[in-house]
Structure formats: C-alpha cells, structure tokens
C-alpha cells in the first residue's frame, strides 16, 4: 500500500515544523506551503490524498483556500480538514460553506488529531462510493446559509463539531480546576500572610508616599499608641526617615526611650505602591551594647575617659575641629606627690587624693571638652578653642579648686598638679599621640622648676 501524502498549509514555521514532525512520525508524507497561493501552486502539479491548512494567515485565509480548491472539479472529493483558533459557530458554517470536510481548534491534541486524519481518510473512500449529495438551509444569527455536500460530509463534519466542542469542554474543565486550585492557594496564602503580620512581635506598618498609614498590626498599635489602635489613616509617628535600614531612637507614649531597629521595602498594597516597614525593638540590646562601649572607654576608679577613649573620641574632636575651623588646645596633667601619699597614707588614700583630681579636672574644663585619666597619676584634656575661651583661663580654675580643696584641710592630702599646654591649629596633621607628647614635655619643664 502505498503511503499517504498530505499538504500542510501553514505561515508559523514553528507549528508547520512540529505538525510535520508528528504526521511523519506516524509514517504520513507531509510536504509544507507557507500560505494559500503556495498550496494553490502545488496542487498544479501534485495531488495530496488530504489538505490540512490553517484558517487565519496573510492574503489569503483557509476559507478562500478551501473555496479555490473546491473550484477544481480535480479536487472536488479530496478531504480537507481547517485548523483555527477561533470558536464561534458561525466558524463552522463558513467551513461547510466553502467546502472544508472537517475542522478541528488549536491548539490541537496530537493524538486526537491522528485519530482524526485517519478517520477522515477512511470516510474519503467511503466518499468515492458516490454518496448522494444534498442542499440544506441553515438559519443562525438571523442569517440564512445555504449548504451543498453530502451526507457523509455532512455527517463527519457535525462529529468534527462535536469533537471539538467535546475538547474544548474538556479543556476548560481542566482549566476551572486550575483555577480553582489557584484561588484556593491565593486564599490560603493570604490568610497566612495576615497571620503572620498580626500575631509579628515587631511592629509592621504599611504607609503611602505622604506617610499616611495604611495598615498597622497589633504589636505596631502597642508600640505607637497608649489605646492599642487609631493608627490606620493617621500619619507615621516617625518623622527621621525609614527608607533605608537603621537603627532609630524613639519616645513611646509612656515617654520611655525605645530603640527601634527599622528596614522597610516598596510593595504593592490595594494596586498601589507603598512602603512596608518593619520595626524591631532593640532597646535591651542597645542599652546593652551602650554600656559596654561605656566601661571599654571609661575608668574604672574616676569615671572619666580611659586612655582608649580619649584616643578614639579626639580623633572624633579633631574633625569637628577641621569642620567648623577652630583651633584646639590639648593639655597634660601629672598629680604631684601621689607617690608620697601611697608611701604614707596608704593606696587607698592615694585613690582617693586620683578621684578627687579627677573631679576637679571634670569641674575646671567644659562639658564640651574631652577629659581623660591616661593612667596612675596622668590626666588629659583637649578641646575646642574659640573667642571667648583662652585655656590659660580653665587651668587658672582648676589651680582655685585645688587652692580652696587644700584650704578646707578636710583631707589627710594635699592636692598639686602640674601641667602642660600645646596649642593645635584646626588644619594641622600631627597625629595625636605626637600632641600629646609635646604637651607632656612642657609638663615635665613644669614640675622640674618646682623641684
């Protein structure tokens, strides 16, 4: 027996080559026309025992194909079966009226289609037989057609209807339980989500580009009002700006200090863009890390600045220094006597005669200026000089509270001290250390001359 040729007329490369593959595969020879003046051009000289040919292409669609193919009485029983997308009925009436003998809708099952080619080949020989043909009236839309075929063409054409009206039934079957299980997946995941922001032990706050709250979670609610609500439609109580990761520092309705570590991204929220923000209290940990950079940087027995801290925060002064272009002053102090008083008196006199030099250091100089016990008896200062300050003037004080200190006799010491000054213009680069150094040098000249 020999083997069955089709012609396939189709302009997507892409389904020509797939459909091709698949009839080739089930052993049919398959040749391709890009578009319907093609076809007509093969069929001059070649004759396929069935046409497939697509309905929408460029020019020359498959209905006005399949009319010129009837037009040659050559062709007038080769069964020719169109391939749409389209499912109005008034599809179907096109085809029977241009002579198509069956039809089926993309996209197509492959199986199925075989089974349909060789079903519509088997019927085309039965056709041979000379079924008798007839002329039926058709009225849909209002409209009437008038449709000559035979019965058997006739008859495969309604099963090809009712195939493709079974698939797509099928299809769509499919398709509602898809998309029901989708929705069933939305909802749940929806229910989840809101679990998680409301049962969040950090305060979630979702707000538009005016800062006008759009939604807060209960902890978020506990966080910013002492009633636990009235937050939705009011503005965000943060004025810093949370854009960005950072840690921030709050008052809550308590008045209490909060530490908030916030990060916030852009959502869509209502089919709108807001930000979502997300805020952690961190205020244990913070007061935590808080005190333990204060006992890093201070002294033990005096509670002023240990040589570590001076170092780090006059690296800080002499920046402020360089911005605002004021020059500095960075003095050197060393107790006299405290040895004698160990000697003496005892340890524990001599750390009282050290706290009460630093209480007098910290009493003579400004809140702004950096004071620091570097060590056993030695004493630092620097800080900020302007107009109206000349350090000469604080170190005039700090000698008068020693003086008055001594006078009173309350103590079993006397206090002395002797100190250095070095003057530091705001642009100079002279690292610190070396500052202090040339400070410590005159210090030294100082307590030589009272010897």
């Not at 069935?50 to 009837?70: A, F």
């Not at 096109?94 to 198509?100: I, K, M, P, Q, V």
Request: hydrophobic share 40%.
């Amino acid at each position: 027996m020999s083997s069955i040729r089709i012609l396939l007329v189709e302009d997507s490369i892409t389904q020509a080559m797939r459909l091709r593959y698949v009839l080739e595969a089930e052993g049919f020879d398959v040749d391709v026309a890009a578009n319907g003046a093609d076809a007509l051009t093969f069929l001059e000289n070649n004759a396929p025992d069935l046409i497939i040919s697509d309905v929408m292409m460029p020019k020359m669609n498959g209905y006005e194909l399949c009319r010129k193919i009837r037009e040659n009485p050559r062709y007038k029983e080769t069964p020719i079966m169109l391939v749409t997308t389209l499912s109005d009925p008034t599809d179907v009436i096109r085809a029977l009226e241009a002579g198509a003998d069956n039809f089926t809708t993309k996209p197509y099952n492959e199986q199925a289609l075989i089974s349909r080619i060789r079903y519509i080949l088997a019927n085309a020989e039965i056709r041979k037989q000379r079924g008798s043909e007839i002329g039926i009236e058709v009225f849909f839309s209002g409209k009437k057609y008038f449709i000559n075929s035979t019965r058997i063409q006739m008859i495969d054409f309604l099963l090809s209807t009712y195939e493709s009206a079974i698939q797509k039934n099928q299809e769509l079957f499919v398709s509602n339980n898809k998309l029901k299980e989708a929705l069933d997946n939305i909802i749940t995941l929806q229910r989840n989500y809101r679990q998680l922001l409301e049962t969040s032990q950090d305060a979630i706050l979702v707000y538009d580009k005016d800062k006008m709250i759009r939604y807060a979670n209960p902890a978020a609610h506990v966080l910013f009002s002492k009633e636990q609500k009235g937050l939705i439609g009011a503005r965000l109580p943060i004025e810093e700006d949370i854009s960005t990761q950072k840690e921030i520092e709050i008052k809550d309705p308590y008045g209490n200090t909060i530490f908030l570590d916030a990060r916030s991204v852009s959502t869509d929220w209502d089919n709108e863009t807001m930000t979502l923000s997300v805020l952690r209290d961190i205020t244990e940990s913070t007061q935590l890390r808080k005190e333990l950079e204060q006992i890093s940087l201070t002294d033990d027995l005096t509670g002023l600045y240990n040589r570590r801290g001076f170092k780090i925060l006059s690296e800080r002064m002499i920046k402020l220094a360089r911005r605002l272009q004021a020059n500095m002053f960075i003095l050197f102090g060393d107790m006299d006597g405290l040895k004698s008083i160990n000697d003496t008196l005892g340890h524990l006199e001599g750390d009282n005669a050290i706290r009460t030099m630093a209480s007098i250091f910290k009493s003579a100089f400004r809140e702004s200026d950096l004071v620091a016990r570097m060590g056993g008896d030695e004493f630092a200062v620097i800080g900020l000089i302007n107009e109206n300050f000349v350090p000469n003037r604080l170190v005039e004080r700090m000698n008068e509270l020693i003086g008055s200190f001594n006078a009173k006799g309350e103590a079993k010491f006397k206090l002395a001290v002797s100190i250095g000054i070095e003057r530091i213009a705001y642009d100079s680069q002279i690292p610190i250390e070396e500052m202090l150094s040339v400070a410590d040098t005159k210090m030294y000249k100082e307590k030589e001359g009272k010897r």
